[in-house]
């Protein structure tokens, strides 16, 4: 950094050079790249402008104009902003877009793994309970009015552990996609690379949708139907578009897959009538 302001000057007006090739490259991408790419250079470019104008702003603060001397911390922790987004540009910026749908993958798969351990976490907590209402009384109940725990019955019970196997099967499924679909995929085509996206569109619905799968463990009077929507509008739609270049072993697995999420499904229906 310079140590006055108006050493500044010159750097200000080649950052904002820099700047400039910077957002010219993202806009430069084609549409044949992939929009996942796109999306993610946009970004991580948006950052890096957002830094520049933040670190050139400050050089026009009442401070800087009062005390032209010297620099205020505040130049100092946006130089530090810009430095970190500069970082991100050179290192996290995908090379094509089967590695920006990885990433964004990734990120997906992540997010799902959270939900199966809150879930898991629940039943776990219902198992070690055992049936004894008393246990883990902490002498809320009697202030609010009411139980505040949330005990399951038998049925219910063996009707959630279903369900957390349909978030498990989800998070074999996603990772399936990931090896033998989007890893072995060619990156240079560009209709593979439209596919990539519509890949990352259809997991991240899966993704979203199985929150409610996770969430219906705990009131699990309608999880078979949840589990049923699930299944038809996340689950199958990802199944179509993972096929359409997938080999014959991923489609003949892909199949297997469903097969077993509708048996789930109706075993979880089949306890929830049973009550």
Known sequence: PPSAPEGAVSLITKLGDTIFRIVGFADSIPPSAGQTMRRVVASVAKDVCRAAISLAASFQSD????????????YLVSTGQL???SKQLQTNIPADNQEAVQMEWRSKTSQLEDALTEAEEFIQGQQDDDGDAEKGDDGWDDILGA???????????VACQKAVQVVKLTKML??????????????????????????????????????E??????EPESLGTVVAAFISQSII?????????????????????????????SKISAELDSL
């Open 213 to 218: 799968v996770a969430a219906g463990i705990y």
């Open 237 to 265: 739609p990802l199944r179509d578009i993972a096929q359409k270049f997938a080999d014959e072993d991923v489609k003949k697995w892909l199949e297997i897959c469903i097969s077993q999420y509708e048996t789930l499904q």
């Open 83 to 85: 430095w970190e987004v």
């Open 174 to 211: 996603l990772k399936k996609i990931s090896v033998r679909c989007i890893q072995s995929s060619n990156p240079k085509d560009a209709v593979i690379a439209l596919w990539l996206d519509d890949l990352l569109v259809a997991a991240t619905k899966v993704v979203d949708d199985v929150d």
């Open 147 to 157: 139980d505040t725990s949330v005990r399951l019955e038998p049925n219910e019970l």
């Open 63 to 74: 401070e800087i104009k009062a005390h032209a001397s010297h620099l205020p911390q505040g």
